[in-house]
């Protein structure tokens, strides 16, 4: 039996090895740019309902957590259907080590939301911005598995951050816009780059 776990211990330290090494075909450039529609979409709707969204925080938030779930869900239902296209026997070694490399980034950006809400909502207007670092983040994590020119995206991300929170020091408000606007330009140039990089832009070939 001892035997036996080595050996499986072994396979699966291979199989990780094999992932990491192997770079990760399971982003779509159509999902992608479909994201980014869900980021425009999300703010005009904001922008109709919301007569001042500063005076209506949770109901911002929920906007952008329901955007945010209905982008990831696409996402991951693509990634899981390319991966066992593209990599087969390591699909599942593939996403796990995807995942991973972003999670920690979407995990802050929960944890800074529920914690700026509950008990900072006066500063609640940096909120945009922080998540737009964090995203850039977790792009930068991810580039070592995807084209490097990735990192162009997470450069966005990054000046994109710093400028809406410089933008939004002035007025100390929330726009749905500056959720809105540098997602949607981000979540497009990152299509751009992986239909580029490697010529898919669908989930079937």
């Known amino acids: 039996m ?81 991966s066992r296209r593209h990599h087969s026997g390591l699909a599942d070694a593939m996403i796990h080590q995807a995942v991973e490399q972003f999670l920690p980034a979407g995990i802050a950006g929960v944890l800074l939301a529920v914690l700026l809400w509950k008990f900072a909502p006066e500063a609640l207007w940096m909120l945009p911005g922080l998540w737009q670092i964090l995203t850039s983040l977790g792009v930068f994590a991810s580039v070592r598995s995807l084209p490097r020119t990735v990192a162009l995206a997470g450069a966005f991300y990054f000046l994109a951050g710093f400028a809406v929170l410089l933008l939004g020091s002035v007025t100390h408000s929330l726009s749905p816009w500056t959720m809105g606007l540098p997602f949607a330009v981000g979540q497009a140039l990152m299509a751009g780059i992986l239909y580029f990089a490697t010529g898919d832009s669908d989930v079937e070939d």
Not at 34 to 41: F, G, I, K, S, Y
Not at 46 to 72: H, K, M, N, Y
Request: include cysteine; glycine fraction near 4%; aromatic fraction near 6%.
């Open 2 to 82: 001892r035997d036996l776990d080595k050996a499986l211990a072994d396979i699966i330290a291979i199989r990780s090895q094999l992932a990491a090494g192997t770079a990760f075909r399971g982003y779509g450039p159509a999902t992608m740019a479909a994201t980014a529609a869900v980021a425009l979409a999300t703010a005009s709707i904001q922008q109709i309902v919301l007569r001042d969204p500063t005076a209506e925080p949770l109901t911002f938030l929920l906007g952008w957590a329901a955007a945010a779930c209905l982008s990831l869900t696409m996402i991951w239902i693509e990634m899981r259907a390319r």
